[in-house]
Nanobody, 126 residues
Framework: QVQLVESGGGLVQAGGSLRLSCAAS????????MGWFRQAPGKEREFVAF????????FYADSVKGRFTISRDNAKNTVYLQMNSLKPEDTAVYYC???????????????????WGQGTQVTVSS
């Protein structure tokens, strides 16, 4: 079992920055990969970023590549999403997710993840 709690969301002007945090508890944090997803009003949830359990490799959606950075601190059981150059279209509820114990699917597939946080709202004003 893994419990995830996101924080760091808020209201920011276009061009600004935010850093989201996701604190994990339960299963050994360094034993699973972590992802960030987001869901905008009226849209399906979409992949944002992924980091492998060691932190050695990261992957991003094309829409955020070069602006967002995912990282993790396994000593603090926390994964981060640094978001720079924010745009109004980045407005969404952001969720962190942890791989299941016997995961399958690509890193950008929701089916790979068994555990989800409650989400944190990010609003970017123009």
């Amino acid at each position: 079992q893994v419990q995830l709690v996101e924080s760091g969301g808020g209201l920011v002007q276009a061009g600004g920055s935010l850093r989201l945090s996701c604190a994990a508890s339960g299963r050994t944090f360094g034993s699973y990969g972590m992802g960030w997803f987001r869901q905008a009003p009226g849209k399906e949830r979409e992949f944002v970023a992924f980091i492998m359990r060691s932190g050695g490799s990261t992957f991003y959606a094309d829409s955020v590549k070069g602006r967002f950075t995912i990282s993790r601190d396994n000593a603090k059981n926390t994964v981060y999403l640094q978001m720079n150059s924010l745009k109004p279209e980045d407005t969404a509820v952001y969720y962190c997710a942890a791989e299941g114990e016997n995961y399958s699917g690509d890193y950008d597939s929701e089916g790979r993840y068994r555990y989800w946080g409650q989400g944190t709202q990010v609003t970017v004003s123009s």
